[in-house]
């Protein structure tokens, strides 16, 4: 069985043996919104591909909360427009296959602070704020419960470290790798917990030419060799 992982989503910025069967795209479009990404939706997920993906993450809403520009243009997206654009994405993916499961992530918390300071050069006045984030990310929330959908709560998960402002982001807009690995615990736990046949958590997945090899590492006896793909080091992870 493969498994394949997509993460559709506005761009934010591994330790394991890998034998696992689990093919993982990517597809991170910088200063992206969920009007875009609806655009494209049929041409990346098109509903006659002869493999459909086992997980789809789906990640917009910061961009869309930014504030209207005045000139005209821009990547805000009513919360309106972006709440049926959500739905939307939702509603195709779920027609996917019947094993095709999703992860919607909220529109995460930012540092308005730290945006004047390391963006006002390239960015202008501030478009962005935490109280927009908050209301685009409860949106978001609500839209996931009506539909039956796993979601994390990012704006909230960011704000529970005591120190989230000064470390969880390299410009006040994206994440620093203490705020990456925010993310990746929400989503390890959501594995964990869902209740998902087959699981998609790491320690479910089938290993992928998991047979002994006489390759394999010799092991301490020096006679016999270690099958790598059933060894468990290096993945003791905080998140775990």
């Known amino acids: 069985m493969t498994i394949n992982l997509f993460l559709f989503k506005e761009n934010l910025?591994?330790?394991?043996?890998?034998?696992?069967?689990a093919d993982i795209f990517l597809r991170g479009y910088c200063g992206w919104?969920?009007?875009r990404a609806l655009?494209?939706?049929?041409?990346i997920f098109p509903k006659d591909a002869p493999i459909q993906p086992s997980l789809v993450i789906v990640y917009f809403g910061g961009n869309d909360s930014e504030h209207p520009h005045p000139s005209g243009p821009d990547p805000h997206v009513p919360l309106p427009e972006y709440i049926e654009n959500m739905r939307k994405i939702a509603l195709h993916l779920k027609t996917l296959s019947e094993r095709t499961r999703l992860i919607f992530l909220s529109a995460p918390a930012v540092n308005e602070e730290q945006i004047r300071d390391t963006l006002s050069d390239k960015l202008g006045e501030l478009s962005r704020t935490n109280e927009s984030c908050r209301i685009y990310s409860e949106a978001c929330l609500e839209l996931c419960r009506d539909l039956d959908i796993?979601?994390?709560?990012?704006?909230?998960?960011?704000?529970?470290r005591d120190d989230w402002l000064t470390e969880c982001f390299t410009d006040g807009i994206h994440l620093s790798s203490e705020g990456s690995k925010i993310v990746v615990k929400e989503i390890m736990k959501v594995l964990g917990e869902a209740e998902w046949e087959p699981?998609?958590?790491?320690?479910?997945?089938?290993?992928?030419?998991?047979?002994?090899?006489?390759?394999?590492?010799?092991?301490?006896?020096?006679?016999?060799?270690?099958?790598?793909?059933?060894?468990?080091?290096?993945?003791?992870?905080?998140?775990?």
């Open 199 to 240: 699981s998609l958590h790491w320690k479910s997945l089938p290993a992928e030419f998991g047979e002994d090899s006489p390759y394999d590492p010799v092991s301490p006896d020096g006679k016999t060799t270690m099958n790598i793909s059933e060894v468990s080091f290096g993945r003791n992870m905080q998140w775990e």
């Open 39 to 43: 655009q494209v939706l049929d041409q």
């Open 150 to 160: 796993k979601a994390i709560d990012l704006w909230t998960a960011i704000q529970k």
């Open 13 to 21: 910025s591994n330790n394991s043996a890998i034998k696992t069967v």
């Open 33 to 35: 919104n969920s009007r």
